[in-house]
């Protein structure tokens, strides 16, 4: 996009977003800007008035009060006008960031996997939300801009009355530090842009070094020295490059703020003299260095804001704009109704994940229908789990069909189809809410169920751990994060948490994705017998390490290297003597020893 169109286009974002808080706080703050530039420059011509008065043989006293409460309660309106314009600032600003963090939100909610599970994705959401402030102080620039020209214009036309030539002079000599800051910001933004990798890196580091999370691990491995030498050495290099860069940035401020204060020193003599000489007098004097240096101020501030906007605030916003841009394809909504679930396909389908050459999964085609039980068998990195990311519309496919009850995927609005499925995934959340909010994230709508919620936490086996820790029953926090007398969890009822969270939403489809990697034993055994009458009048689909939980199964496919190798129940894969019964007779054999021993 065309430079100039890109600014104006971030001119109307920023104002847009602005003036969906509130329309008359803007106008508000619009006319005390206006009291606030007007109020300087109205005093500027009282002191002109108050120091003619003051350099004549009688002064009129009368007249000397009257200007000096003039331009004392002046002063004072300005106070109350910039008071005021601050708490609306604040005020407008903290609405329009709320505004700009959910349309953020919405829009990542749209955006398929496969944009943000890359370097260059990261960098994006990074750079969007680092944008925040320059989308919404553009449109508060602007004002100011209005504000500046008022200023400029009253003050130039009274120099250019007086002199010409150093009026013009005044501007000339501001052009240098302009184009001096243009180019340092530029190479500011490119810098921190260039570091974006090696500030998440050292971020990380810090987390470790002060997070609770890893505690554990950091004290029990002495990580402390090892961990902060890394984060101090990615810090030093990243606080190298900027201060080379801020010494040169220095330099060159200096060298032009000397040029600029120039016209200032030869102006306030040029005029001094032309006092001495009788052609002005002392008030002439005040107006006219005051006057001098609203010009400059003035248009310098307004230069730069133009010229700044035009080379560093068009390219944060052009990285919102790119990121707003985006298409969303697993957000389009098909007009197909899918109103229940009878069957799904993968036709011969092909998937990598992005920035990676190497396929996950490879012609992948099975069928699944309504009322079966599927386990999904294979070696860790063989694909299981990229499955159930497709099943959900977590990524596109590149090659093939994904089919539901006949029809495309696409074919359907996608928030329908994961309300079919109900799913545990192996990597679960740990959200520092309520035990109300932990259960009710899956169907938010039926968060006042109280019955169901505790129905939810029963069968997931956690009731009886939960119970005499629960003060305030369900409304009690799981973490300390928001509430000092929350409840600490270990990892095993973290992920029964998570698996009420998956029986509650009632779906016509429960996934399970690993869901024994963090329970005891005893758990473990409860779920594999559970997820039959769990998945009851419904279709399962269980992921699992554990082979012999497959055999609960009416279907299973075996993965090797993205391909379906095997199909079949559990006692023809054994017969067939594949990777199945190879892995199957490897854990039988296991188990056996232990019983053994």
Not at 99 to 126: F, R
Not at 375 to 385: D, H, P
Not at 405 to 434: E, H, W
């Amino acid at each position: 996009m065309n430079r100039m169109k890109l600014y104006f286009r971030s001119i109307g974002y920023s104002y847009k977003l602005i003036y969906q808080s509130s329309k008359l706080m803007i106008l508000i703050y619009f006319l005390l800007n206006l009291i606030s530039t007007s109020v300087p420059l109205a005093n500027t011509y009282i002191l002109k008035y108050l120091f003619d008065i003051l350099t004549v043989r009688q002064p009129d006293i009368q007249i000397i009060i009257l200007y000096i409460i003039v331009y004392i309660s002046l002063q004072i309106i300005l106070q109350i006008s910039q008071s005021a314009a601050g708490i609306l600032y604040d005020s407008i600003n903290s609405k329009a960031s709320y505004q700009y963090g959910a349309n953020l939100s919405e829009k990542l909610a749209k955006l398929p996997m496969s944009v943000i599970d890359t370097s260059e994705g990261k960098d994006l959401v990074d750079d969007v939300r680092n944008t925040k402030n320059t989308a919404i102080y553009t449109a508060f620039q602007i004002i100011s801009v209005f504000s500046l020209l008022y200023t400029f214009c009253v003050a130039f036309i009274t120099l250019v009355i007086f002199n010409i030539w150093f009026s013009c002079l005044f501007i000339a000599l501001t052009i240098p530090g302009i184009i001096t800051n243009v180019i340092f910001t530029r190479k500011s933004e490119n810098l921190r842009r260039k570091s974006a990798p090696d500030v998440r890196k050292f971020s990380y580091y810090r987390w470790m070094l002060t997070d609770v999370w890893p505690a554990k691990d950091v004290r029990m491995y002495d990580l402390t020295k090892p961990i902060k030498n890394r984060y101090d050495t990615e810090k030093d290099i990243y606080r190298q490059a900027n201060k080379t860069l801020d010494i040169k940035r220095l330099q060159a401020a200096l060298l032009t703020e000397i040029i600029a204060r120039s016209g200032e020193i030869i102006f306030t003599f040029f005029v001094i003299l032309q006092a001495i000489e009788g052609r002005l007098t002392v008030g002439n004097v005040v107006l006219y260095i005051g006057f001098a240096l609203s010009v400059y101020h003035s248009f310098s501030e307004m230069t730069l804001i133009f010229v700044n906007g035009y080379a560093f605030t068009t390219d944060m916003m052009g990285r919102l704009f790119d990121f707003y841009d985006m298409k969303c394809p697993d957000a389009s909504k098909g007009m197909r109704k899918l109103n229940d679930f009878e069957s799904l396909i993968f036709d011969n389908v092909s998937f990598k994940y992005p920035m990676t050459e190497n396929y996950v999964l490879n012609g992948t085609s099975f069928v699944l229908n309504k009322g079966d039980k599927l386990s999904i068998v294979g070696v860790n990195g063989s694909g299981k789990s990229t499955i159930i990311k497709l099943m959900l519309g977590l990524y596109q496919i590149d090659s093939g069909k994904i089919l539901i009850n006949g029809y495309p995927m696409s074919d359907y609005d996608i928030n329908d189809i994961r309300k079919l499925f109900s799913a545990l995934f192996q990597t679960f959340v740990q959200y520092p809410f309520t035990l109300r909010d932990n259960i009710a994230l899956s169907d938010y709508d039926r968060a006042n169920h109280d019955e169901e919620i505790t129905e939810a936490i029963k069968q997931s086996g956690v009731y009886d751990e939960l119970q005499p820790k629960l003060e305030n029953g369900l409304d009690s926090y799981m973490t300390r994060s928001f509430d000092d007398k929350g409840t600490e969890l270990s990892k095993g009822q973290w992920q029964k948490i998570a698996l009420s969270r998956a029986y509650f939403k009632n779906a016509p489809i429960v996934i399970f994705d690993e869901p024994s990697a963090a329970l005891d034993a005893e758990a473990e055994d409860r779920i594999f017998k559970n997820f039959e009458a769990i998945s009851d009048n419904k279709t399962g689909i269980m992921i699992s390490h554990r082979i012999s939980a497959a055999r609960m199964s009416n279907k299973i496919i075996v993965l090797d290297g993205g391909i379906i190798t095997e199909q079949g129940t559990h006692n023809e894969l054994v017969a067939l003597g594949g990777l199945y019964a190879k892995l199957y007779n490897l854990q039988k054999e296991k188990y056996t020893v232990r019983e053994a021993e």
